[in-house]
């Protein structure tokens, strides 16, 4: 019980990679969204959004965001597959994040 009300006092940060493109959101340990970066938001355009290196951008952006913003301590949702999901946690720890705990949250069909 003490991991969950730990994890309860953690920042978010939710990834998703899909093969078009990747968002990424920061939010708060009250559950309120901070700030979304994608690929777009750097100007990234058409097929380039879905480039390993948009996506290490992205994170890479976000991760300096949260910094300014004076957060550090992180758990982090990753979502999708993406091309980009295997540098996510290599570029946020890249940026100066401590991350706490790192869940994937990918729906798997069943049977479906």
Same mark, same amino acid.
Request: aromatic content about 4%; overall charge positive; glycine content about 10%.
């Given at each position: 019980?003490?991991?969950?009300? !730990?994890? !309860? $006092?953690?920042?978010?940060?939710?990834?998703?990679?899909? $093969?078009?493109?990747?968002?990424?959101?920061?939010?708060?340990? !009250?559950? #309120?969204? *901070? &700030? &979304? *970066? $994608?690929?777009?938001? @750097?100007?990234?355009?058409? $097929?380039?959004?879905?480039? !390993?290196?948009?996506?290490?951008?992205?994170?890479?952006? @976000?991760?300096?965001? %949260? @910094?300014?913003?004076?957060?550090?301590?992180?758990?982090?949702?990753?979502?999708?597959?993406?091309?980009?999901?295997?540098?996510?946690?290599?570029? @946020?720890?890249? %940026?100066?994040?401590?991350?706490?705990?790192?869940? #994937?949250? &990918?729906?798997?069909?069943?049977?479906?």
């Amino acid at each position: 019980m003490i991991v969950k009300k !730990q994890e !309860q $006092s953690l920042s978010v940060i939710s990834i998703r990679c899909s $093969s078009n493109n990747t968002i990424a959101s920061l939010i708060n340990p !009250q559950g #309120d969204l *901070i &700030t &979304t *970066i $994608s690929s777009g938001h @750097l100007k990234y355009k058409g $097929s380039r959004k879905g480039t !390993q290196i948009a996506s290490q951008q992205v994170i890479f952006c @976000l991760g300096e965001k %949260a @910094l300014m913003l004076g957060y550090t301590r992180f758990l982090v949702k990753i979502k999708g597959i993406g091309k980009g999901r295997n540098s996510i946690i290599k570029e @946020l720890r890249k %940026a100066g994040l401590e991350l706490v705990k790192v869940v #994937d949250v &990918t729906p798997v069909p069943h049977n479906g």
